[in-house]
């Protein structure tokens, strides 16, 4: 929520026409919160530091940093920044409405522990004789996949805070969000090469210009890997279709042989067609994501009524 509030700030006062220097020192004075934070940025910038550095310092990714360097260099930070504060304000919305679909899941599953611990205690000590466990078996079953599941989101939030070419690549193969996360880079990317087709770059100008960006962002990654496979003389079709992060439609839109201006402004557009995607994406995830806890929600009371039921009905066959 503070990188985008720092964001906005900024994208409004440049787009008032306030320098970026005189813009650190209004949000410095306006952001009162963060007010020592953004002086010593104010600070660093007047002594020659780059304003992605500072950026990479108060915690945004190596993939963002690298887009305002990008934009800096082209004169495009407004843009830039109009279009980080629109992700960023879309992946708030995003986990507001997962907190929504979620809070009623999770006041089940708090009722559904008292109620378990409850029967262990109270209930489970009358059928201590019985030798049937089938309820017992599903509720550990179900507990590791409780487990399992709680694992893999903290491994997706550790990957997402990198946001780097090999974390990025790896959620791409994760179930459900994988989709996702190939949409939002390929937007990503586009976007990049629109922007740098505009500024008049060929494109081993582009790979060459990439390559010296943020180590180990996904910029700086895609334009090495590209030029390497370029100097090798791989055919640029080849190189889009290998490439998990490059969308095929590149190639249609690289071959068409328009001009620079017309051939920058279909990448945009390519572009505003993957944002609008990726919009879909993650509200469908989202709205997949309740269903699935009431399955596991579900699974746990017919658990608890076998753990409850089985053994008395165990007991009543041996009377």
């Not at 708030?92 to 089940?108: D, G, H, R, V, W």
């Not at 550790?158 to 190939?182: E, N, R, T």
């Not at 993650?282 to 053994?311: H, S």
């Amino acid at each position: 929520m503070e990188q985008l509030t720092f964001l906005d700030y900024l994208q409004n006062c440049l787009a008032n026409g306030f320098s970026l220097n005189t813009s650190l020192e209004l949000i410095s004075i306006l952001w009162v919160k963060r007010s020592k934070t953004l002086t010593k940025l104010n600070l660093a910038m007047q002594q020659g530091g780059q304003l992605g550095n500072e950026m990479l310092k108060l915690g945004f990714s190596k993939t963002t940093v690298t887009q305002i360097d990008l934009a800096l260099e082209q004169g495009n930070l407004l843009d830039c920044l109009k279009q980080l504060a629109t992700l960023n304000r879309l992946k708030n919305e995003q986990i507001k409405k997962l907190k929504a679909e979620m809070s009623y899941p999770f006041m089940l599953v708090i009722m559904m522990l008292a109620l378990l611990v409850f029967m262990q205690t109270f209930v489970s000590d009358q059928f201590t004789d019985t030798n049937e466990y089938t309820g017992d078996l599903l509720l550990l079953g179900i507990l590791a996949l409780s487990i399992l599941f709680l694992y893999f989101l903290t491994q997706i939030v550790a990957l997402l805070k990198k946001q780097d070419y090999h974390s990025l690549k790896k959620l791409s193969h994760y179930p459900i969000i994988g989709p996702v996360i190939k949409v939002y880079v390929n937007y990503l990317l586009v976007y990049d090469v629109g922007l740098l087709i505009a500024s008049g770059f060929s494109l081993q100008k582009m790979c060459e210009y990439a390559s010296r960006q943020t180590k180990g962002s996904l910029q700086q990654f895609v334009g090495v890997k590209v030029g390497q496979q370029l100097e090798r003389g791989k055919s640029l079709s080849q190189i889009i279709r290998q490439e998990i992060f490059l969308p095929d439609e590149l190639i249609l839109l690289l071959q068409t042989g328009s001009k620079k201006g017309d051939l920058s402004s279909r990448c945009l557009l390519l572009g505003q067609s993957l944002f609008t995607e990726l919009t879909n994406r993650i509200e469908k995830t989202i709205i997949n994501v309740q269903p699935f806890c009431f399955i596991l929600i579900g699974l746990c009371i017919i658990g608890m009524y076998l753990k409850l039921l089985l053994p008395m009905y165990s007991m009543m066959q041996q009377i």
